[in-house]
């Protein structure tokens, strides 16, 4: 079965959307877009708003509460050159919500536009904040360029002159929001709002997690309403969402790195849930399928530590699976509950409230998943990783789903409409 799903041919997973198709802003009102309803094989439409009565009473649906960051930064050097500055992952500190309380300086991985122009010295940006003058330096530390080789990321070291502003105020001061690039467009100041969930929580996200643009607190009372079981976890997206497959076969693209953050209470709830999850987007099924291996890591070895928790991109689909999709260790099939089990299990012999962990889990046709039994999420690239979750989650009847939204007006990507896909 791996060596089925390494060799998918991307360009299978292609569809015409031409650029009218692509919404370049939102709707005036979040939960009034198009829904297209996918229920075993029958392809209908309705409105978001109505999302809670075709969902089942007593499930549990799990957000992603991440909020999207001011990542991009602008400076310009003497001679003139405008250098763009694109946070992508914290260095000095790695946690996140350390980095952004950091008040002197840090260090990010960071893509560089202009780099051509930036050979050699720091950037400087001189603005004021909290009524004084600060000056802000950005150095790329070329030590570290050989570590970093073959990736797009440089290491770039921050300062600034005012210990009593935080990393975080300066990127409210003079970040600005990263809204994908397929827009087209510059970032306006009313996506500062409209490209975050109401329920964004979590700051770290380079791009939001986009089917849950569509939930208003309305619709939440009305979850409420309907018995469903809401829960929240983070995954903090990174641009690499956004990274076309350009490898003929699947095999020679490299997901990027996500961080995770799953609370006790999210691993309790889904136990009493038979382990059974609705995902809000495609970040959330990383993450809830992701916890499946991790506990599968626990079983092989109850010492592992955090940093041997994290989940390689074919993990999933190299390890000794049985008849029912289970991951066998010695013999033994390891079940969901099992996992989610070990997971518990290693909070409490930590002493620990939250689970730590990254993954790098790709979900293409082939994969069986363990958790996510329904699925809300918008309507994706052509020939893009996310575009093969969907067909993995539908067993391959992702044609059925684009060519309906195609003919049916349906609004494609960040900013578009929305998909219920119940298998």
Known sequence: ?????????????SYPLPDSR????????????????????????DTFYRLPEYLP??????????????????????????????LMEPARPTDYELMFQTNHACAWLCMVGNLKKWKE??????????????????????????????????????EWDNTNVSFAEILEAVGELPIPPYLNRATEESDKETYQTVYSKVKGSVAAPTA??????????????????????????????????????IEGHSMHTE????RRQTLEKLLKHGC??????????????SLYYMGVKLVSDPDAAEKDLHVDQ?????????????????GRAVTVEDAVRQLLAYLDRDGLDVLHSSTQIIIAPGYDYKIVKILVTNFHQPQSTLLLLVSAFVKGDWRKIYDYALSHEFRFLSYGDSSLLIP
């Open 259 to 262: 961080f995770v953050v799953v």
């Open 121 to 158: 010295g720091s950037l400087k940006r001189v603005f004021e904040i909290k009524g004084h003058r600060l000056t802000l330096t950005a150095a790329m530390d070329r030590s570290r360029e050989q570590e970093l080789a073959g990736g797009t990321h440089h290491w770039i070291s921050f």
């Open 212 to 249: 849950g643009l569509h939930f208003t607190d309305k619709v939440l009372k009305s979850l409420d309403g309907h018995g469903i079981d809401r829960e929240e976890l983070t995954l903090h997206v990174g641009a690499g969402t956004f990274k076309p497959v350009k490898s003929r076969e």
């Open 1 to 13: 079965m791996a060596e089925d799903t390494k060799h998918i041919c991307i360009s299978d997973y």
């Open 276 to 289: 059974c999850a609705i995902a809000v987007g495609t970040t959330s099924v990383r993450t809830l399928e």
């Open 314 to 330: 074919w993990e999933p689909y190299d390890l000794p699976h049985n008849a029912e999709g289970l991951v066998e260790v010695d």
């Open 22 to 45: 692509i919404a370049k802003f939102p709707l005036a009102e979040r939960d009034h877009s198009k829904l297209l309803l996918y229920r075993h094989g029958e392809v209908s439409e």
């Open 57 to 86: 009473e007593g499930a549990l649906m799990v957000f992603n509460n991440t909020k999207v960051i001011q990542a991009r930064m602008h400076f310009r050097k003497e001679t003139g050159a405008l250098i763009e500055v694109f």
